[in-house]
């Protein structure tokens, strides 16, 4: 099918909306009309090249729901007309980390910037005669996705698609660096560095399992009220400031566990975080950096001396097939916000304002809502 599509073709330049063919789906995949898409700072890497993509252009986007409309051959439990959200990392069930206990390692996850489809290996998505490496293999800046049954998750209907496509990435992420990465404690005091779609739901996710305070920090004052809202006891603009407060309240012990969310991590900004966090204590790092960075700032004696751990995360360390359902469980029950998270919504055509809003500190969330007229 013909259709539209958000693309980069090369770095440091702007989004392009450009037209783009998509095949049929073929063994093992499905045809999902997307109702919404949201704008994560991950896909942002791909103008940035942080993320060593080995062509151009890519289609951008990963977090996305809408609606099944056709099956691919040797596709069980997935029907037309399911509401379903785009899992970033695909989950096979069978592979040896998925055996294990770590879904959000699926071997499957190796190929996820090559552009080449999971079932067969051939390239789905052209544009101008080129093809197209689909962010993720999902490719959700476009109201239509042909992707592999591993990367999609049912969940209820009722759920509005602005929120639903959060748990895709951004949510999940955050809500799991909390719950199960840096497995908050009741009773625990915590820092999240970096107010975003997925620095709140780690704030959510540790005021949900039961932290004693959450300490929140972020350069941009809006965002730091944001946090409040979300369940922060105290805010500040930076990381220094942040130190000061946390050692008089805690007595000089500092937080159980620090969580780092910004939007592209510094290895130079290792030892600020690791200073926030207590004896014994764990700093979850969940933020990314570019791909080759490997300059780290980080005290080795203090890190053994006072049994600390530097934890890395991705998709909030769990499992998608289960825990996107659940976590939106949580929201139909009130016990997580996803509703505040989305500020602002957008056209396709907009999502240069999108990103250029994220950047700038306007956003907890932006959300691409697809019309027909991007269909046509």
């Known amino acids: 099918m013909k259709t539209k599509g958000a693309l980069v073709w090369e770095l440091n330049k702007p989004w ?7 095949g049929d789906p073929r063994r093992g995949e499905v045809t999902v009309q997307l109702e919404t898409a949201g704008l994560c700072h991950s896909d942002q890497h791909l103008l940035t090249g942080d993320f060593p993509i080995p062509s151009f252009p890519v289609l951008g986007g990963h977090e996305g729901a809408g609606i099944i409309t056709e099956i691919g051959e040797g596709v069980e ?3 037309v007309g399911d509401h ?13 980390p998925c055996q294990t206990g770590l879904r959000n390692l699926c071997d499957l996850g190796m190929g996820l910037l090559s552009g080449q489809s999971v079932s067969d290996g051939s390239f789905r998505v052209t544009a101008k005669g080129h093809n197209v490496l689909p962010m993720s293999l999902l490719g959700t800046f476009a109201p239509y996705v042909v992707v592999h049954h591993t ?7 009722t759920i509005p698609f602005e929120v639903a496509c959060l748990v895709g990435c951004g949510v999940t992420t955050g809500f799991g660096s909390a ?10 005091d915590v820092a999240v560095i970096g107010i975003g779609g997925v620095g709140v739901a780690a ?6 399992a039961g932290a004693r305070r959450i300490f929140a920090v972020d350069p941009f004052e809006w965002k730091r009220e944001q946090a409040l809202k979300f369940g922060a006891a105290e805010t500040f603009a930076d990381v220094a400031d942040a130190f000061a407060r946390i050692a008089e309240v805690t007595r000089g012990f500092m937080c159980h566990k620090v969580i780092v969310t910004v939007g592209r991590t510094d290895g130079s900004e290792v030892e600020s975080w690791m200073g926030l966090t207590a004896k014994g204590g764990v700093c979850c790092l969940t933020a990314m950096g570019g791909v080759l960075d490997t300059d780290v700032t980080l005290n080795l004696a203090g890190l053994s001396l006072l049994q600390k751990s530097l934890q890395g995360s991705i998709f909030g360390g769990g499992n998608p097939q289960h825990d996107i359902p659940a976590i939106l469980e949580l929201y139909q029950l009130g016990q997580i ?12 055509e907009q999502i240069n304002d999108g990103y250029r809003d994220m950047l700038e500190g306007r956003n907890i969330r932006g959300v691409i809502r697809f019309t027909d007229a991007d269909r046509a």
Do not use: H, W
């Open 16 to 22: 392009s909306i450009d037209e783009i063919e998509i």
């Open 77 to 79: 439990n997935l029907a």
């Open 84 to 96: 379903v959200v785009m899992s970033f990392i695909p989950s096979c069930g069978t592979c040896k």
């Open 151 to 157: 990367s999609v998750v049912k969940v209820d209907p």
């Open 179 to 188: 719950v199960r990465s840096a497995a908050v404690k009741p009773g625990e």
């Open 203 to 208: 704030v959510q996710g540790a005021r949900i």
């Open 337 to 348: 916000n996803l509703d505040d998270m989305v500020t602002r919504e957008y056209r396709l």
